[in-house]
């Protein structure tokens, strides 16, 4: 196990490496030059634009400004903005608002997903098992904006029982909408997941010993039958913390969230490289954590499993 | 099962909800009763406001979003009445010119203070001058400086700066202080009201990396705090001095991801001003809003720039160009593809400029399908037959262009396309490199409200603004004369008459006047008030009392 762990961390070094370096060109390789566009419609000063080019190190060559950029990682130094703040300042900002999106997502993804696809899975076959099949399918074929706007128009605009956007993104009672919406896609693929395995497994050989033996349902269902089930579940809630922090980017522009979808978008726009590159360089990071956390999880969910 | 059903059902309606009220509109909002109840003067005013690019550095806000903030903070010499662009006084007692307006002095009205108490004086004004204008210190308006003797020893074009200070800078006391300019240019007093003459305190340069996240101005609020990308606060100075004291007692700035989710918070009176309705409510939000609806024109023109660089502009007939001009409906497409969230441009200078003529450009800026197709026939026809019209498609240029060229199109024969650029740094790129293939498109804002920045700055053959190639001798005499011209009565003149020149030239078509298409709370007593900016003027926004 000790080397497995060692081995993956290992592993994500040439990742690690192989992203920010992708980035880093996909930035620069775009046309325009982000210092010129300050001025906008108006003339820029040469003189000006120089100076500026050079205190960004944006006059270097391509290579160099990279090494400079993963010289500096290393000591902890993620750049600055053109605004001349720290970008490490501008992620500590943002990243614990978007983690706590995520963490109200994550939640009613696997209560309600989980719950949804156990409740459905048991009645296989049933009015309600084609009742959640119904629902989750609408549910997927509508993207998330859409979803957005008409949660904001429906229950903030039209009934007003919530604030059409977040005022405080540290409240995690207004996180609620934008998490749920956040939430719903992914709840919907649970739920289906849930459902499918749960039908499966109850047709198993350990489900019919456990009932032979006289186990109360209770026990049947929630240890044996869970547990079972749950690998898929955990693999697919793995790869949705990226999927989340991605999608944050739309429901962050739509209830106000100032997150680090914001934080990217807005970075994008003005073609800051340094907090791109910055921003993506932490996602891969999580996600890396994320894929080593869940192939762990393997492990307690089914003793059987070993790790090489 | 039941639950799963009614979900459905509960979606379905909300989305034929949706559709009606997006055709109907709501009006609930219709009778607003702005002017009932009363006025709080210490009432605190929330306003929308992007994160600033750049430190709040009085020279360094180049966008809107930090320079909204500064005006706030800062007062300089002199300021202009809205709508008609007439030269105030703030700071300053008096700006006068010698003979040739070559040399201009500088009277400040004494008992000034800085938020930090200590006094405003021709020096705060002249070090902060000095030190904008250094290349090193990395101002993005530093060339707002150019026109004082001794400017190229601060900010050369290339190396370091030989000086630290400006030779053309003297201060002869305490509260007066000589401007020595490198020519003569009588419009001089109009360019001192923008934000990069602001003064600077003592303090701000011992850290001006620090000042820029805390700035101490000499406006009418004293900045508090700012939460980056959050909220910037700034409350009533009650020390203040100038003639535009705040009605209000604060604003709170607050950033919004986009402009639906302010224009949401404005319905619900979150939020007490926008600074644009979003693009998929400009038609109903008349109808949402009823009074507190605003729809105020400001001093900007919108038109498309032939590249004379090209072989198809190089020695093309201006009469081709006229034709063009004329092939456009303007009226029509402003009223209907824009929403009129424009108006039609009839000269090359804005409305509330000084020197603005109606109808300058005569018929030309009218639509005439017969005449603009003989005009283009007498011109030699349009080189191949086709234009194209750049723009970026990270704004919502790409409908009016379209509108534009099919105008042509259908009057003239003429083959028209919109040429797409990814984002403004593309377009830009494409622009300074005269890589255009055809024609761009060309914005323009006033800096200070005089014609000249309509003409000189954008058309003259060395202005920095001048990116198709345009080049006119007889032009560039003219406003060179101009500047030069005794009192400013004669310069806007001679401007008019260089306008005559351009008409017959075409170096772009004017397309529209922008509009501020925005819209005020519940909680603002009265109606806000524009400058000609086109930002309001907070000072003078007053707050509902609470019940």
């Given at each position: 196990m000790g080397r497995y762990v060692a081995r993956r961390l290992l592993q994500m070094i040439p990742v690690f490496i192989g992203t920010t370096l992708i980035i880093f060109l996909m930035v620069h390789i775009l046309p325009g030059d982000p210092i010129r566009a300050m001025w906008g419609d108006k003339a820029a000063d040469p003189a000006q634009v120089a100076s500026l080019r050079h205190e960004f190190g944006l006059d270097q060559p391509l290579w160099k400004q990279y090494v400079d950029y993963m010289a500096n990682l290393f000591q902890g130094d993620f750049g600055k903005t053109f605004g001349g703040r720290q970008v490490i300042d501008e992620m500590s900002e943002s990243f614990p608002v978007t983690l706590r999106l995520t963490a109200v997502a994550m939640l009613i993804e696997i209560i309600v997903g989980i719950g949804l696809g156990a409740w459905?899975?048991?009645?296989?076959?049933?009015?309600?098992?084609?009742?959640?099949?119904?629902?989750?399918?609408?549910?997927?074929?509508?993207?998330?904006?859409?979803?957005?706007?008409?949660?904001?128009?429906?229950?903030?605009?039209?009934?007003?029982?919530?604030?059409?956007?977040?005022?405080?993104?540290?409240d995690y009672a207004q996180l609620f909408l934008p998490g749920f919406v956040l939430a719903m896609l992914s709840m919907a693929y649970v739920a289906r997941l849930t459902r499918t395995t749960f039908a499966e497994n109850l047709r198993a050989d350990y489900m019919r010993t456990a009932m032979a033996k006289g186990l109360p349902r209770r026990r049947i269902v929630g240890v044996h039958l869970l547990r079972n089930s749950l690998i898929p579940v955990v693999t697919f809630l793995g790869t949705d913390v990226g999927g989340f922090i991605g999608g944050a980017v739309v429901t962050e522009g739509i209830f106000n969230v100032q997150g680090v979808g914001n934080l990217l978008f807005k970075a994008l726009q003005q073609r800051e490289g340094s907090t791109i590159v910055g921003v993506v360089t932490v996602f891969v990071l999580v996600i890396l954590v994320i894929n080593l956390i869940v192939d762990l999880l393997y492990a307690v969910l089914d003793p059987r499993i070993r790790y090489a | 099962m039941r639950g799963a059903k009614s979900a459905k059902w509960v979606a379905g309606a909300a989305i034929i909800a949706l559709a009606a009220t997006a055709c109907g509109g709501g009006d609930k909002d219709g009778d607003s009763g702005m002017n009932s109840g009363k006025a709080d003067p210490n009432g605190i005013l929330t306003a929308q406001l992007g994160e600033p690019q750049n430190p709040l550095q009085p020279a360094n806000a180049k966008e809107s979003q930090g320079s909204r903030v500064l005006r706030t903070i800062f007062s300089g010499l002199v300021d202009y009445e809205p709508g008609t662009g007439k030269l105030t006084y703030v700071n300053a007692e008096s700006v006068t010119p010698n003979e040739d307006s070559s040399v201009w002095t500088v009277k400040l009205k004494p008992g000034w203070k800085f938020h930090d108490g200590t006094p405003v004086t021709a020096k705060s004004y002249v070090d902060s001058w000095n030190w904008s204008a250094n290349v090193k210190n990395n101002q993005t308006n530093s060339s707002w400086f150019q026109d004082i003797k001794g400017y190229e020893d601060v900010h050369p074009e290339k190396g370091d700066p030989k000086s630290d200070k400006m030779s053309g800078l003297k201060i002869v006391d305490e509260n007066s202080f000589t401007i020595t300019l490198t020519?003569?240019?009588?419009?001089?007093?109009?360019?001192?009201?923008?934000?990069?003459?602001?003064?600077?305190?003592?303090?701000?340069?011992?850290?001006?990396?620090?000042?820029?996240?805390?700035?101490?101005?000499?406006?009418?609020?004293?900045?508090?705090?700012?939460?980056?990308?959050?909220?910037?606060?700034?409350?009533?100075?009650?020390?203040?001095?100038?003639?535009?004291?705040?009605?209000?007692?604060?604003?709170?700035?607050?950033?919004?991801?986009?402009?639906?989710?302010?224009?949401?918070?404005?319905?619900?009176?979150?939020?007490?001003?926008?600074?644009?309705?979003?693009?998929?409510?400009?038609?109903?939000?008349?109808?949402?809003?009823?009074?507190?609806?605003?729809?105020?024109?400001?001093?900007?023109?919108?038109?498309?720039?032939?590249?004379?660089?090209?072989?198809?502009?190089?020695?093309?007939?201006?009469?081709?160009?006229?034709?063009?001009?004329?092939?456009?409906?303007?009226?029509?497409?402003?009223?209907?593809?824009?929403?009129?969230?424009?108006?039609?441009?009839?000269?090359?200078?804005?409305?509330?400029?000084?020197?603005?003529?109606?109808?300058?450009?005569?018929?030309?800026?009218?639509?005439?399908?017969?005449?603009?197709?003989?005009?283009?026939?007498?011109?030699?026809?349009?080189?191949?037959?086709?234009?194209?019209?750049?723009?970026?498609?990270?704004?919502?240029?790409?409908?009016?262009?379209?509108?534009?060229?099919?105008?042509?199109?259908?009057?003239?024969?003429?083959?028209?396309?919109?040429?797409?650029?990814?984002?403004?740094?593309?377009?830009?790129?494409?622009r300074d490199n005269k890589q255009v293939k055809s024609m761009y498109r060309g914005g323009w804002v006033l800096d200070y409200p005089v014609n000249s920045n309509f003409m000189r700055d954008l058309y003259g053959t060395t202005a920095a603004g001048n990116t198709s190639g345009y080049s006119n001798k007889e032009f560039d005499e003219l406003a060179a004369k101009a500047d030069k011209a005794k009192t400013l009565d004669e310069t806007v003149k001679m401007y008019q008459e260089a306008e005559q020149l351009l008409k017959n030239d075409m170096p772009a078509i004017p397309l529209w006047f922008y509009k501020n298409n925005s819209g005020q709370s519940e909680n603002v007593f009265g109606k806000i008030v524009y400058g000609q900016d086109g930002d309001p003027i907070f000072t003078d926004v007053q707050v509902k009392a609470k019940k």
């Open positions: 459905a899975g048991l009645r296989a076959g049933k009015a309600a098992d084609t009742g959640v099949l119904i629902f989750t399918l609408i549910v997927i074929s509508i993207p998330v904006f859409v979803l957005g706007f008409l949660a904001r128009f429906v229950l903030a605009d039209t009934l007003g029982w919530v604030a059409p956007n977040v005022q405080d993104s540290t | 020519g003569p240019v009588s419009y001089f007093a109009y360019k001192l009201g923008y934000d990069v003459w602001a003064p600077l305190p003592e303090v701000f340069f011992k850290d001006p990396a620090a000042a820029g996240q805390k700035p101490i101005g000499n406006g009418p609020y004293k900045f508090v705090s700012w939460d980056h990308k959050k909220l910037i606060k700034v409350r009533k100075f009650d020390d203040y001095q100038g003639p535009n004291k705040a009605k209000n007692g604060g604003i709170d700035f607050k950033n919004y991801t986009t402009a639906e989710a302010a224009y949401s918070d404005l319905r619900s009176n979150n939020l007490d001003w926008i600074e644009q309705v979003p693009t998929t409510s400009l038609t109903s939000y008349k109808q949402d809003l009823g009074d507190r609806a605003i729809d105020a024109e400001y001093s900007a023109v919108q038109s498309i720039v032939p590249a004379f660089y090209t072989k198809q502009f190089k020695d093309i007939d201006p009469k081709v160009i006229q034709g063009l001009s004329m092939a456009i409906d303007r009226d029509t497409i402003t009223k209907t593809v824009l929403h009129g969230t424009r108006t039609p441009a009839d000269s090359y200078v804005a409305r509330g400029v000084l020197g603005y003529k109606p109808g300058a450009l005569g018929d030309i800026t009218k639509f005439d399908p017969a005449k603009a197709k003989k005009l283009i026939e007498e011109g030699g026809g349009v080189p191949g037959n086709k234009i194209s019209i750049q723009f970026n498609a990270d704004q919502s240029h790409k409908p009016w262009v379209d509108a534009v060229c099919n105008s042509i199109r259908k009057a003239t024969g003429v083959e028209c396309t919109g040429d797409s650029k990814p984002d403004f740094q593309a377009d830009l790129n494409a």
